[in-house]
């Protein structure tokens, strides 16, 4: 085909058809990958060429027509006005897309395209009639092409991987990047590499088929771009860097190779099975290598070295979880990547990341256990302890007030502290995962919880909930964090947002009294009703999502299945690792339970008609002591599962809620 710039309007001006008639081009595009397997050539530039009557004299020459482009499955389908009879069609196809344009091998300034057929005969398609369809399907399976498609789809994937999780404040563009093929065929890193003067990639042929290396030079282009980057042209192996005979290891460095590094392996994570092909890991950090990172005999600090750093990213987002407060961590590490770390002409270190991490209230424990050996050299925020660390309970209690206060018995923070206001709902749980009960209220009149994470000091605040819905926090997943959850009424459901992975889970409990426990003793929380006009348990269990369990423990009058008034109390009071069905009748002060390791219901007298119930492992054996707190007085009575001894202790005021947790 002749390369012309006659205007396509001319030849338009031959047609003696209405636009009506037109013949359709149609084709479907791949190229063979580095696993032998057609992969479609994806919102690909292509070019519709014609040999057709141009002009006012109607001389036949060729033309490029139109500019189409492939679909993300490689599928292009184009209606051409008909010019005439014997017509004659061609396609160029660039290894050009949104994300790169990728140059002609050893020459720089012509972008490589190829016809279909080539290197055999050439496609050519002769239009009969308007109703003719031209199919150019073709998949290009020679080494002079695959090497070109293949790059430009690496890039494609890499910036689409990136486009999806940017943050959405950022508006700095990710340009088409330039791709400079070279004919050095040995597979030596340094043939291969993100040349930040030219802002171009440029590659080897020996690495053009390697998707992983190709998304690892991307990264440092992401770098650049909508990021940090001051390249830093080394040898290095992972654990050592040198330029000549010096060493150059850093902080800065690590997170520079480290983080292209975890890109890679996260576009491969993130993509449909043997989308991401690999010649062998040449110029990136293998998975393998990032989940289990060693450098023996290095005096360097974890977040100094390159694949300590990597890894702490990639196992960030391969851990169970994968997810902080309901965000994909892929994401939220993406979107630091593109906001916090975007601070100019240098290179960004694991201690920002992690700096930004805290300051956008995410919780801090999570990321440091899948971090291990990066997190040395790392300073952390001292802990903010409100109750304490050890088993036990601690006495504590909530004061409304403007501002309202906290007062905890023995905590580490000290005796008080003010957070909330009067009206707000005290919910103390361990939303941070760290092991520590965590200061939290629910405010109902707008649904908005706040909690101080006792990890890091920072207060987290999360709209959740609607007025008239009753607070049930609790682990839902199993992440071993407590999830924001309400109870609806009016709906009898329980809406859930889970700290981990997956959007809100809604679960129909029924209508009563909430209340939460394990019962089926798997560490995650089975949510439940209490029927106070038949005395039932009903639960659902998350091992049997689709099984209701119910069960009675309390006495009741068959006469209208009516019953005295009950609270719910379950808790584990044998120590055993499930929840125990139990209920505390105020008026006599009479608890009623039923030990899941001897299945008999038990009965005891503790406290005085119109105290309220606090029971929880005051002594810290593992089992829910019987406790009530005597408002009047604001006096703590226990009775000690450990010794079977009550203990008695003021603590407390008229108009205080009663708060205790470990």
């Not at 479907?28 to 057709?52: H, K, M, Q």
């Not at 050890?390 to 309202?404: E, Q, W, Y």
């Amino acid at each position: 085909m002749k390369n012309t710039t006659l205007a396509f309007l001319t030849a338009l001006s031959l047609a003696t058809a209405t636009a009506a008639r037109a013949e359709t081009v149609t084709a479907n595009l791949s190229f063979t990958n580095a696993a032998g397997t057609p992969t479609p050539i994806a919102n690909a530039t292509v070019e519709i060429w014609r040999f057709a009557p141009r002009g006012w004299f109607g001389i036949w020459s060729w033309g490029a027509d139109f500019t189409a482009f492939t679909d993300s499955s490689g599928h292009l389908s184009v209606s051409m006005p008909f010019v005439a009879s014997g017509v004659i069609y061609g396609l160029r196809v660039y290894a050009t897309n949104p994300a790169a344009v990728v140059y002609t091998q050893d020459l720089y300034t012509i972008p490589f395209y190829r016809q279909p057929g080539l290197p055999g005969p050439e496609v050519l398609r002769t239009v009969k009639s308007p109703a003719d369809v031209l199919d150019f399907s073709f998949n290009f399976a020679d080494a002079w092409a695959t090497n070109h498609f293949n790059a430009a789809d690496a890039v494609l994937k890499g910036f689409n991987y990136a486009s999806a999780r940017r943050d959405p404040r950022e508006s700095d563009t990710i340009a088409q990047l330039a791709v400079l093929m070279n004919s050095l065929a040995i597979n030596l890193p340094g043939n291969t590499f993100y040349d930040p003067v030219s802002h171009a990639l440029r590659l080897s042929s020996g690495f053009a088929m390697d998707d992983p290396t190709i998304l690892h030079e991307y990264g440092h282009y992401l770098e650049e771009r909508i990021s940090s980057f001051y390249g830093i042209a080394s040898n290095h192996d992972g654990c050592t860097a040198t330029v000549g005979a010096v060493h150059v290891e850093s902080a800065g460095f690590a997170w520079m190779e480290g983080f292209a590094s975890y890109f890679s392996a996260a576009v491969a994570l993130a993509s449909p099975p043997g989308a991401i092909t690999s010649t062998g890991f040449s110029g990136t950090i293998p998975p393998s290598t990032l989940n289990f990172p060693s450098c023996p005999g290095t005096s360097l600090p974890g977040s100094s070295i390159e694949d300590f750093v990597g890894g702490a990213l990639f196992r960030l987002i391969e851990s169970p979880s994968r997810c902080t407060t309901g965000v994909p961590n892929d994401v939220l590490v993406s979107q630091i990547f593109d906001r916090e770390l975007d601070i100019g002409w240098t290179n960004p270190t694991l201690q920002q990341f992690v700096d930004a991490w805290i300051a956008r209230g995410l919780d801090l424990p999570p990321l440091l256990a899948t971090f291990g050996a990066a997190t040395g050299g790392l300073v952390l925020p001292a802990p903010t302890v409100h109750y304490g660390a050890s088993r036990a309970a601690k006495m504590a209690v909530f004061r409304p007030g403007a501002p309202a206060v906290w007062w905890v018995l023995g905590g580490q923070a000290g005796t008080t502290t003010a957070f909330g206001q009067t009206g707000d709902v005290p919910v103390p749980a361990d939303y941070d995962g760290d092991g520590v009960t965590d200061l939290a209220f629910y405010r109902p009149s707008d649904g908005t919880w706040s909690v101080v994470l006792s990890a890091t000091g920072f207060i987290q605040t999360v709209q959740w909930g609607m007025p008239g819905d009753i607070p049930l926090p609790a682990d839902y997943d199993g992440d071993r964090q407590a999830d924001l959850a309400v109870y609806r009424p009016s709906t009898g459901t329980l809406i859930v947002r889970t700290m981990g992975c997956g959007t809100k889970r809604e679960t129909f409990l029924g209508y009563g009294t909430p209340f939460v426990g394990d019962f089926d003793g798997n560490g995650i929380a089975d949510p439940g009703v209490y029927e106070n006009s038949t005395g039932n348990f009903r639960m659902t269990l998350d091992s049997d999502p689709g099984w209701v369990f119910i069960d009675r423990v309390t006495p009741y009058t068959l006469a209208g299945y009516k019953t005295p008034k009950f609270i719910p109390l379950p808790r584990d009071y044998d120590g055993d690792g499930f929840t125990d069905l139990a209920v505390f009748e105020p008026a006599t002060a009479t608890w009623y339970y039923r030990p899941s390791s001897s299945w008999q219901i038990m009965t005891a007298k503790f406290g005085a008609a119109g105290d309220k119930p606090v029971p929880a492992d005051y002594d810290g054996d593992g089992k829910a002591d019987l406790a009530v707190w005597t408002e009047s007085t604001g006096t703590w009575n226990v009775l000690q599962s450990s010794t079977g001894t009550p203990k008695s202790q003021q603590w407390g005021a008229p108009g205080d809620v009663p708060v205790p947790s470990r």
